[in-house]
C-alpha cells in the first residue's frame, strides 16, 4: 500500500537553530508530495507542494524541502526557526493525477525552546 | 472569500446517536475529504470523493457514511457504529490538475461522545 512515513514524532529545537523533518513515502511513479503545517485545534496550511522539475522546492515562511527519488524522501528544512514555528508538521501524498486519494504521515510535533 | 466551512465547531453526542458533520466548499472543487486526526495518528483518510454522486472508503470508513448530492457539499455522518468516535474531524477538498493540485482545509470539528 502506498504510505507516508514521518519518522520523528516530536522534535525540539533552540531558535535561531536549523531545522529538518523528515518524510518517506513508498514508491510510486510520479509522486506528488507536500508539506502542512497545523496549529492547535486548527486546519491545516499548505507550506510547499512538489510535482516535478526542480527537486529543491521553496514554500512559505522560509521553509524548503528537498526531493530525493533514490531515497524515495521529501524532508522539509529551515535555516533558522523561531518561535511562532512550533506546531505539528504533516508529509501528504497524492499517488497520481486522477487517483485523488490523498494521505497524510503521522506528524511531526515540533518544539522550540528559547 | 473562498473556503472550506465545516460546522459545527464543538459536537456533543450521546452514545448510539448517529451524528452529521457538515462540509461546505465555495471553491469548485471536484474532490472533497473527511479525515480524522487523533493524538499521535496523524490524519486518517475516512471517505473521499472525486465527483458527485461518487465516493470511495479510505482506510477507516467503518462506522461512517457519506454522501456527495452537490458539489459543494459532502456532510459526514457518525453513526452508532463507530466504536470510538471521539477526535478532531477535517474536511478538505482539491483542485486536481498538475500543479494547480492542493488541498484546502476547513477548520475542524471536534466531536465528543458523552
Given at each position: 500500500?502506498?504510505?507516508?512515513?514521518?519518522?520523528?514524532?516530536?522534535?525540539?529545537?533552540?531558535?535561531?537553530?536549523?531545522?529538518?523533518?523528515?518524510?518517506?513515502?513508498?514508491?510510486?511513479?510520479?509522486?506528488?508530495?507536500f508539506w502542512y503545517v497545523?496549529?492547535?485545534?486548527?486546519?491545516l496550511?499548505l507550506?510547499?507542494?512538489?510535482?516535478?522539475?526542480?527537486?529543491?522546492?521553496?514554500?512559505?515562511?522560509?521553509?524548503?524541502?528537498?526531493?530525493?527519488?533514490?531515497?524515495?524522501?521529501?524532508?522539509?528544512?529551515?535555516?533558522?526557526?523561531?518561535?511562532?514555528?512550533?506546531?505539528?508538521?504533516f508529509?501528504?501524498?497524492?499517488?497520481?493525477?486522477?487517483?485523488?486519494?490523498?494521505?497524510?504521515?503521522?506528524?511531526?510535533?515540533?518544539?522550540?525552546?528559547? | 472569500?473562498?473556503?472550506?466551512?465545516?460546522?459545527?465547531?464543538?459536537?456533543?453526542?450521546?452514545?448510539?446517536?448517529?451524528?452529521?458533520?457538515?462540509?461546505?466548499?465555495?471553491?469548485?472543487?471536484?474532490?472533497?475529504?473527511?479525515?480524522?486526526?487523533?493524538?499521535?495518528?496523524?490524519?486518517?483518510?475516512?471517505?473521499?470523493?472525486?465527483?458527485?454522486?461518487?465516493?470511495?472508503?479510505?482506510?477507516?470508513?467503518?462506522?461512517?457514511?457519506?454522501?456527495?448530492?452537490?458539489?459543494?457539499?459532502?456532510?459526514?455522518?457518525?453513526?452508532?457504529?463507530?466504536?470510538?468516535?471521539?477526535?478532531?474531524?477535517?474536511?478538505?477538498?482539491?483542485?486536481?490538475?498538475?500543479?494547480?493540485?492542493?488541498?484546502?482545509?476547513?477548520?475542524?470539528?471536534?466531536?465528543?461522545?458523552?
Amino acid at each position: 500500500a502506498q504510505s507516508v512515513t514521518q519518522p520523528d514524532i516530536h522534535i525540539t529545537v533552540s531558535e535561531g537553530a536549523s531545522l529538518e523533518l523528515r518524510c518517506n513515502y513508498s514508491y510510486g511513479a510520479t509522486p506528488y508530495l507536500f508539506w502542512y503545517v497545523q496549529s492547535p485545534g486548527q486546519g491545516l496550511q499548505l507550506l510547499l507542494k512538489y510535482f516535478s522539475g526542480d527537486t529543491l522546492v521553496q514554500g512559505i515562511k522560509g521553509f524548503e524541502a528537498e526531493f530525493k527519488r533514490s531515497q524515495s524522501s521529501f524532508n522539509l528544512r529551515k535555516p533558522s526557526v523561531h518561535w511562532s514555528d512550533a506546531a505539528e508538521y504533516f508529509c501528504a501524498r497524492l499517488p497520481e493525477v486522477g487517483n485523488e486519494k490523498l494521505t497524510f504521515g503521522t506528524g511531526t510535533r515540533l518544539t522550540i525552546i528559547p | 472569500d473562498g473556503g472550506i466551512t465545516q460546522s459545527p465547531k464543538y459536537l456533543f453526542r450521546k452514545e448510539g446517536q448517529n451524528v452529521t458533520l457538515s462540509c461546505e466548499q465555495n471553491l469548485n472543487h471536484d474532490a472533497m475529504y473527511w479525515y480524522r486526526q487523533d493524538p499521535g495518528q496523524g490524519l486518517r483518510l475516512i471517505y473521499y470523493s472525486q465527483i458527485v454522486n461518487d465516493f470511495q472508503k479510505g482506510d477507516i470508513a467503518e462506522g461512517y457514511s457519506v454522501s456527495r448530492e452537490k458539489k459543494e457539499s459532502f456532510p459526514l455522518t457518525v453513526t452508532s457504529a463507530q466504536k470510538n468516535p471521539t477526535a478532531f474531524y477535517l474536511c478538505a477538498s482539491t483542485e486536481t490538475g498538475g500543479a494547480n493540485t492542493e488541498a484546502f482545509f476547513g477548520q475542524g470539528t471536534r466531536l465528543t461522545v458523552v
